[in-house]
């Protein structure tokens, strides 16, 4: 019989208690989730999937700013999956760093331009920061990739700060179906 090295059994253990995560979250049970995690510590600290796990674990129980930790992390270790940007940008925004929020979106829409729903959240971003040419851009730009989105402005709250903008009317008047 041969005895499994340190790093396999450490990723086994990892890849379990991710597997894990993932059907708890699946379920709704974010806070078995995190316990799951939480019992791994460093093993999570060390893979980009299994902090944005902890950080969406986080994220569902509404506390944004632990989960701005685990997912800033994830990031650091692999800045391509969207949704860990698009999740950080999510709790920085919630725990009153909006430049944060921006800069996340930013990061991600470097990566992935073509992505509407990023473009349509940091025009929601710019629009709180009243950055109002810059939020339009990627309103536009974010009806352009998917009309769909068109849909939510009327009911975004993060858009209040240009409702009184002529352009913002006209964005919308110019992209109604």
Not at 110 to 132: E, I, K
Request: charged fraction near 25%.
């Amino acid at each position: 019989m041969f005895a499994l090295s340190n790093l396999s059994r450490h990723r086994l253990q990892l890849e379990g208690a991710s597997r894990e995560a993932e059907g708890y979250l699946e379920l709704g049970m974010s806070a078995q989730a995190l316990g799951s995690l939480q019992r791994r510590g460093k093993l999570v600290h060390a893979d980009a999937h299994a902090c944005y796990l902890m950080g969406e674990a986080f994220r569902e129980l509404d506390r944004h700013s632990e989960a701005v930790i685990p997912l800033r992390r994830s990031v650091e270790l692999d800045p391509t999956p969207t949704e860990a940007w698009l999740a950080l940008g999510w709790c920085y925004k919630r725990s009153g760093r909006l430049d944060e929020a921006i800069w996340s979106l930013e990061q991600a829409i470097r990566r992935t331009p073509g992505d509407a729903l990023l473009n349509y959240n940091l025009a929601c971003y710019y629009s709180l920061a009243g950055r109002n040419l810059d939020a339009l851009r990627r309103l536009k730009r974010a009806f352009d990739l998917d009309a769909s989105f068109r849909s939510m402005v009327t009911g975004e709250p993060d858009f209040a700060p240009l409702r009184d903008d002529p352009a913002f009317r006209m964005l919308l008047a110019a992209t109604a179906s």
